[in-house]
């Protein structure tokens, strides 16, 4: 989809829109960065903001003056390290990953494999933390990185004890599939959130990819509320499912350091 789909721009690349936030540029600047296009040049972040290239340069310029944006020596710009302080220090998630990382770790080095740390945004898994480790298992998600909330063991968990009103929207579709053994039946789905609900954890064996398996169970907060989800990626074998006690354990020591008084 073209950014001026995305923004409702119109059809002309380049023209801009009457009464728009100098702000509304901004963010589509930034928006133009992402996992495979960390650094663009100037004529590629107007072209995909949709935005005349002088204007572009200007706010680029400005944006690298303030450390929101930096340039490499050839002249790529991409997002400076003055946001990500920004958003680190300011981020809400930052007390979540501060009660989990010492867990996550310890589980960690039990378990060999991704573990991974998620939180809900919008109707998609935003995954805020990952460890890994050589020659782990193949694993499609990586910090900041979103899936959808059917596709993945975390986003199952999230969904499963999200209001019902989201739970409806997701189900109403579309469900897209990773695999074959994607839960894209409304009717399945619905059965699988309940098995979560009453099991305590998502076990989603070659779900986005056959070899591999994906284990979360729930984060609750002060209030019993479920916050995030602690997942697991390992090898799809017999052995996976032993995985599942050191995620527990895990789950519920980060639980009570976020001062959940049932674990």
């Not at 509320?225 to 599942?244: E, G």
Request: aromatic share 4%; net charge positive; hydrophobic share 45%.
């Amino acid at each position: 989809m073209c950014p001026a789909a995305e923004v409702g721009h119109t059809a002309d690349v380049g023209k801009p829109v009457q009464g728009e936030s100098v702000l509304s540029r901004v963010v589509r600047i930034f928006e133009t960065f992402g996992a495979d296009t960390p650094a663009l040049r100037v004529t590629d972040i107007a072209r995909r903001a949709d935005l005349h290239v002088a204007t572009a340069s200007r706010l680029v310029e400005e944006l690298v003056g303030h450390g929101w944006l930096r340039r490499d020596p050839d002249r790529r710009v991409r997002v400076g390290v003055r946001l990500w302080e920004l958003a680190s220090r300011a981020s809400p998630t930052f007390g979540l990953r501060e009660a989990a990382m010492p867990f996550m770790e310890d589980l960690h080095a039990v378990v060999g494999h991704h573990t991974q740390l998620a939180v809900l945004e919008d109707r998609e898994v935003l995954f805020i933390e990952r460890l890994s480790a050589p020659g782990a298992t193949l694993n499609v998600t990586r910090v900041a990185g979103r899936l959808p909330l059917h596709a993945s063991s975390s986003g199952l968990v999230l969904l499963a004890h999200a209001p019902a009103e989201l739970q409806e929207r997701v189900l109403a579709g579309p469900l897209g599939a990773f695999r074959r053994t994607t839960l894209t039946e409304p009717a399945r789905l619905r059965r699988f959130l309940a098995d979560v609900r009453r099991t305590g954890y998502a076990f989603c064996a070659g779900f986005i990819d056959e070899e591999t398996t994906g284990i979360a169970v729930p984060l609750r907060g002060p209030g019993g509320d479920v916050v995030a989800a602690l997942s697991v990626i390992v090898p799809n074998d017999r052995n996976a499912r032993a995985q599942l006690p050191a995620l527990q354990a895990a789950a519920r020591g980060i639980s009570r350091a976020m001062g959940n008084s049932s674990h």
